[in-house]
């Protein structure tokens, strides 16, 4: 399985991962558009001490991801390991991704 590590954006300094710009940035630092053609799931990271994952950087690493595979597609082959603070947060931008898929692709 491959993994996502989200440690390695923050270092163990960084408490909050936001800016859609360096979601764009995590999204080809860790070859997003090949991991979402992997017939295996991918497991993703989340550091214990990350507090919050900003809407525009998750939209920035995963919007092409959720759009392409739909939520349930997304759910199934994305595996978040991280506190349930942090899964909420992904659960409501994903499920907003694809409201607002529109806007997204504009």
Do not use: C, W
């Not at 936001?18 to 989340?46: I, N």
């Not at 809407?55 to 199934?76: A, D, E, H, Y």
């Amino acid at each position: 399985m491959a993994t996502i590590e989200l440690s390695k954006l923050t270092r163990g300094d960084v408490r909050n991962l936001s800016g859609q710009e360096r979601g764009l940035a995590a999204r080809h630092e860790f070859k997003v558009d090949e991991l979402d053609k992997s017939p295996e799931p991918v497991l993703v990271q989340v550091p214990g001490d990350l507090d919050t994952i900003s809407p525009s950087f998750f939209r920035g690493m995963f919007s092409v991801s959720i759009l392409t595979l739909g939520i349930v597609g997304f759910s199934n082959h994305y595996v978040f390991d991280a506190k349930p603070q942090i899964l909420e947060q992904v659960e409501q931008v994903v499920k907003g991704t694809i409201r607002d898929r529109s806007q997204i692709l504009s």
